[in-house]
């Protein structure tokens, strides 16, 4: 199976969407993952948003961050989670996140375990 892993952005077709790091990582123990795309922010809950909106989270870090919380975690949550389980995909990953710092975080993750995984797009 093919898994994208985004908040907002919908999965292209043929690929299954998942939104937070928990709703992944069972595909992820169950060996069905061959393909992952991974964004790194993936929103932030209720209680971490603290009543603001994204609008006012956005103006509250200068634009620079999107609302992320470690009850959602973010795709370097992911990462490390893998890197850390040994739960890599099957053939390829890759990271379609717009956040410069942390696409840069999750590809040094993913490449110091290339050798247990295939493909780094």
């Not at 937070?20 to 393909?35: I, L, M, N, S």
């Not at 890599?88 to 717009?98: A, G, L």
Request: aromatic fraction near 10%; include cysteine; glycine fraction near 8%.
């Amino acid at each position: 199976m093919k898994l994208w892993l985004d908040d907002m952005r919908p999965a292209p077709p043929g690929w299954v969407w998942v939104k937070t790091v928990d709703e992944a990582k069972p595909y992820f123990e169950r060996d069905e993952v061959e393909d992952a795309s991974l964004d790194h922010d993936l929103g932030a809950c209720d209680s971490c948003m603290g009543g603001m909106t994204e609008e006012d989270w956005l103006r509250k870090t200068n634009f620079t961050q999107m609302p992320q919380c470690e009850h959602f975690g973010t795709g370097y949550t992911l990462v490390s989670w893998m890197e850390e389980t040994g739960h890599w995909p099957k053939r390829s990953i890759q990271v379609h996140s717009r956040n410069p710092a942390g696409r840069a975080r999750m590809l040094q993750v993913i490449a110091k375990n290339a050798n247990y995984i295939g493909e780094l797009k």
